[in-house]
């Protein structure tokens, strides 16, 4: 049975554990959204935990046919997929005596909380940026790369929106694009997703054209939209050495011409059929562990671990707009 963060915290009786998935939904509309299909297995000895799908490419065709003529065919054009399920999350750990004496901040709270907000950003770099033949899984930038729903690739079709200036001129051009932009998908998606540049540059558009609406998330915080589609700043991703945003700014060629400044826009459609999460049979969708310092030992460890990667069932249940100009 599929289910969602929120579903997830309904059966569960530890309040620590119902305290986790909340933090998870509060710093994450992304994870919030998500379907997770908990339906894979391990294998022989527990060694693979892969999920396989048919993921449909090409819709099946229709036509009119004359008397006596048959049709042409055109059958529907599909392939077998799998994702491999990776476990993620980390480890930290307490001195009891710093646990006895943090104070006003609880420490053992404060590390966990911290350790939730890594393990919300490593997924969400993995959504955009992951690849499976590195590390992780494969994520949308992959997924979509030569796509029909990857959309102004090439950076000599570059919009600015560098400046405010830029905003101005070009406001109505960039909404134009998204609204092409999104009638490639297959159905509404449920956010548009990425850096905090370029989100606070597409609602300065929206804004613009009167086109910028607002919503409560389930924890009463302000989400703004366009069509009712939610924008979604991913954050920033800490790699243990830099820091960068999840989406990232990038410098592409044309030509013999450098076009800095550079980014793109992500939209998915949630849903089964479409873009969702995969993960253990039967299992919780998230596992921590607190210190235990009732038992000997003068530093005590805890963590918090998700066992999970995405799935896209339908190539055009997600896209992605290239070459946005933000600096």
């Not at 001195?95 to 393990?119: C, H, M, P, W």
């Not at 929206?206 to 924008?231: H, W």
């Amino acid at each position: 049975m599929a289910v969602t963060l929120a579903q997830a915290k309904v059966g569960m009786a530890d309040k620590v554990d119902q305290m986790v998935i909340d933090e998870f939904r509060r710093g994450s509309l992304l994870m919030d959204a998500l379907t997770f299909d908990d339906s894979v297995s391990p294998g022989t000895g527990g060694s693979t935990l892969v999920y396989g799908y048919t993921q449909l490419k090409t819709p099946a065709t229709a036509d009119f046919r004359d008397i006596n003529s048959e049709y042409t065919s055109g059958e529907a054009d599909r392939q077998n997929k799998s994702v491999e399920l990776k476990i993620f999350g980390g480890e930290f750990k307490i001195d009891r005596v710093i646990a006895n004496t943090s104070g006003a901040v609880d420490e053992v709270n404060f590390q966990l909380q911290e350790k939730i907000k890594a393990t919300i950003n490593l997924f969400h770099n993995a959504v955009i940026n992951g690849d499976k033949a590195v590390k992780g899984f494969d994520g949308l930038d992959v997924m979509l790369a030569g796509s029909s729903t990857e959309i102004n690739a090439g950076a000599e079709k570059a919009i600015d929106l560098s400046t405010a200036n830029a905003v101005d001129t070009n406001y109505k051009v960039v909404l134009d694009l998204m609204d092409e932009f999104l009638a490639e998908l297959d159905g509404m998606p449920g956010m548009l997703m990425g850096n905090s540049k370029l989100i606070t540059k597409l609602k300065a558009c929206a804004r613009r054209a009167g086109y910028l609406t607002q919503s409560e998330d389930a924890f009463g915080k302000q989400v703004d939209s366009y069509n009712n589609i939610k924008f979604v700043d991913l954050d920033y991703y800490y790699d243990g050495t830099t820091t960068k945003p999840i989406v990232p700014i990038v410098s592409r060629v044309h030509d013999t011409t450098t076009v800095t400044g550079l980014t793109d826009l992500y939209a998915t459609r949630f849903a089964l059929d479409g873009f969702h999460a995969a993960s253990p049979l039967g299992g919780k969708l998230i596992n921590t562990t607190l210190p235990d310092f009732k038992t000997a030992g003068a530093v005590k460890a805890g963590d918090v671990e998700m066992v999970a990667a995405t799935a896209l069932k339908k190539t055009r249940a997600a896209g992605v707009l290239r070459n946005i100009k933000v600096v």
